[in-house]
């Protein structure tokens, strides 16, 4: 009887295992021969509203707490965009990490090697997360006066918010791994209903809680919160439940210090782009109190609410091309790994021309809406003035956003984690950051409107050489691949341009 137990688990084991691979080849089939400009705009489009509902809903929050018409009260969810950032730092680190790995893996049909991946990120992340919530709680009102809550009233409304995020903080930087890994293997549709589900709830949520329920800033905090637990549940339910490729197991969580190092080394610019997103919103929030002070009448608090409206505003237009990019990622991923450079080449340019126009779409229309869009906050009239001008800046430059983050994200996937890091570090680390400091030192409140602009339109700059380097480097590939002989093995230079040795 036992026995007759064992072979049939040993059957159902085997017929899941038939199943996976089956999806596998289908799935690789589709990644190395569907028309590059039909297979990305099908990734790349759940994917952008993906990232735009996110961005959106962060959007509601601030909408719905601006109607309790305080400042102050805009002023601290806006400051809390830096515990956010350091959360998304850790996630993304995670997530980009374990999703390169994974599209590279079943681009070499590796699957065994893409669940270890997966299932180790998914388990670092985890253990990251209460991490962050633990020193989060222990150290809170020194961390939120870092960030800009200096006044006292604004200080009392962020730690309302901050502790229903902190308590979110381990189920998201989960769901980042999980939302990463079914793009990476091109089931974007799957990662944009998990989010889609979350940001409802959050948006039906906040009304009830913030104004029915009479929690004001806290009741958005605990929407914010739940709707991150429920979008978690959702993705690990299409994971459990057999629709993907990749599966999270005990079983598969590594032991070896090698494989996290990898993760973590693969994801690190993305780290660097969150952690410097997070210091910029500190510095942003202080230059913007003391400038702001100097320049209106109650004008510090007035200045924080504008800035974090206009970074929300500005957050939705980076998820436009972040989403874009990583509807790319797998496209790259699978086709540089099978060898297909010609594939990658079109990859390349088709998603940055897509990028870059719907850039400019979105900079045409929130220019023109600028003053009605700022209204929708219920902002006081000189925080309204300093956002309105602040917005028209940015879209001046926002079309240029799509090069920079393509550049480095390219070099992300294929491996070559030094250049990546660099890249990823330019826009806000070397011209962001300084230029905060920099230029209101000459133009006082207004410098500090205008550093999002120049710092977009530096990294621009910085990003055309490494992009002429890597079409290159595709192309001398293609010529090696050409002139092989016999079996197929890579050539050293190809595993050193692979690995980024």
């Known amino acids: 009887m036992e026995k007759e137990l064992d072979k049939n688990q040993l059957s159902k084991e085997e017929l899941a295992e038939a199943q996976a691979i089956a999806l596998e080849k289908k799935q690789f089939e589709k990644m190395t021969k569907k028309p590059i400009a039909r297979l990305i705009i099908g990734l790349g489009i759940p994917t952008t509203l993906s990232m735009m509902v996110t961005s959106l809903y962060n959007l509601a929050d601030t909408a719905f707490v601006s109607m309790l018409g305080n400042d102050s009260v805009t002023a601290a969810v806006s400051n809390l965009l830096a515990l956010m950032s350091i959360i998304q730092a850790i996630g993304f680190t995670y997530g980009m990490g374990s999703g390169s790995l994974v599209s590279r893996l079943l681009g070499k049909r590796d699957r065994a090697g893409a669940d270890k991946v997966a299932s180790s990120s998914f388990f670092i992340a985890l253990v990251s997360g209460v991490f962050i919530l633990t020193v989060g709680l222990i150290f809170l009102t020194p961390m939120l006066r870092l960030f800009g809550s ?27 791994v999980m939302n990463n890994v079914l793009r990476a293997e091109g089931k974007a549709v799957l990662s944009m209903i998990g989010l889609i589900v979350g940001a409802v709830v959050n948006v039906a949520l906040d009304p009830i809680l913030i104004f029915t329920a009479g929690m004001g800033i806290g009741g958005a905090g605990l929407a914010t919160c739940l709707s991150q637990i429920l979008s978690f549940g959702v993705l690990l339910t299409m994971f459990l439940s057999g629709k993907t490729v990749v599966r999270l197991r005990i079983r598969s969580i590594s032991r070896k210090f090698e494989v996290y190092k990898n993760v973590i080394m693969t994801g690190f610019p993305s780290f660097c782009r969150q952690v410097l997103a997070s210091l910029c919103t500190v510095f942003l929030s202080r230059a913007a109190y003391t400038y702001g002070e100097a320049t209106y009448i109650e004008g510090g608090k007035a200045a924080q609410a504008a800035f974090g409206v206009v970074q929300k505003v500005f957050m939705l237009a980076f998820s436009i091309s972040l989403g874009v990019g990583q509807g790319y990622q797998p496209v790259l991923g699978y086709n540089y790994s099978a060898r297909k450079y010609e594939r990658v080449k079109k990859s390349y340019l088709f998603t940055l021309a897509f990028s870059t126009g719907l850039m400019v779409m979105f900079a045409g229309v929130c220019a023109i809406i600028a003053p009605t869009l700022m209204q929708w906050f219920s902002l006081s009239e000189s925080a309204t003035e300093i956002g309105v001008t602040s917005l028209r800046l940015q879209c001046i430059c926002m079309p240029l956003l799509p090069l920079n983050f393509m550049a480095g994200l390219t070099y992300q996937v294929v491996g070559n984690k030094w250049i990546a890091s660099l890249l990823s570090i330019t826009r806000q680390g070397l011209f962001y950051i300084p230029g905060v400091f920099v230029l209101p030192l000459f133009w006082g409140l207004f410098g500090v409107e205008c550093c999002q602009s120049v710092s977009d339109m530096l990294s621009f700059f910085f990003a055309i050489p490494f992009t002429i380097i890597f079409f290159r480097s595709l192309k001398r590939l293609g010529e090696e691949k050409n002139g092989e002989e016999g079996d197929g093995e890579e050539s050293e230079n190809q595993r050193e341009a692979f690995y980024g040795e």
């Open 150 to 176: 200096i006044d006292a009233e604004v200080l009392t409304h962020s730690k309302e918010y901050a502790y229903y995020i902190l308590i979110a903080a381990p189920f998201m930087c989960m769901s980042f």
